[in-house]
């Protein structure tokens, strides 16, 4: 048939197999593939299909969409010795608060970690939430103070489960 190729012309032309083309045409991956009786009709002008596998993107998880400012001074890079520099760059606010909460636990001041995250273990927004209740718990540990610990741990749990209600469907790999 004028501007169309047989099974084999467009394995030849692809450089595939003849079982390869007949695979593409049954899986529809062919632009204008026609079937005609048990044979089928490939247009002269039909690009050779991709490899599926290499034209998936892997997005990250939906979910952290929602958590964006989720401990704001571990996601930010800043040159070893210049932590402080980077947190008083921060425009005063809860991001600035979390952010010496954890300068606090992680440089071994738990008890004035646990005094800035307290402030925020009920703040509204999910990403602060969630940042000062892990701060709050991880430092209350630190202070054997185990039934606070708890009460924070009990907040994340809520915070998540909130999350999860408003969450896209996660895709599937």
Known sequence: MKGYLSIREAAE????????????????????VQRFGTSWAIPDTANKPGDPRKN??????????????????????????????????????????????????FSGQAEKAMQKAELYLTYSEA???????????????????????RYALNEIKKTLADGAKQAPPCPSY
């Open 13 to 32: 032309k692809w450089g595939v197999s003849e079982r390869r083309v007949n695979q593409y045409c049954a899986e529809g991956r062919i632009h204008g």
């Open 56 to 105: 998936k993107t892997h997005e990250p998880p939906k979910t952290m969409e929602l958590y964006t400012g989720f401990m704001p001074l571990m996601s930010t890079s800043f040159a070893p010795g210049n932590c402080m520099e980077t947190i008083e760059k921060i425009p005063n606010g809860p991001k600035k608060e979390i952010a010496l909460a954890e300068y606090y636990y």
């Open 127 to 149: 990403a602060y939430r969630l940042s000062a209740c892990l701060i709050y718990v991880y430092a209350c540990l630190s202070m054997g103070q185990i039934s606070h610990a």
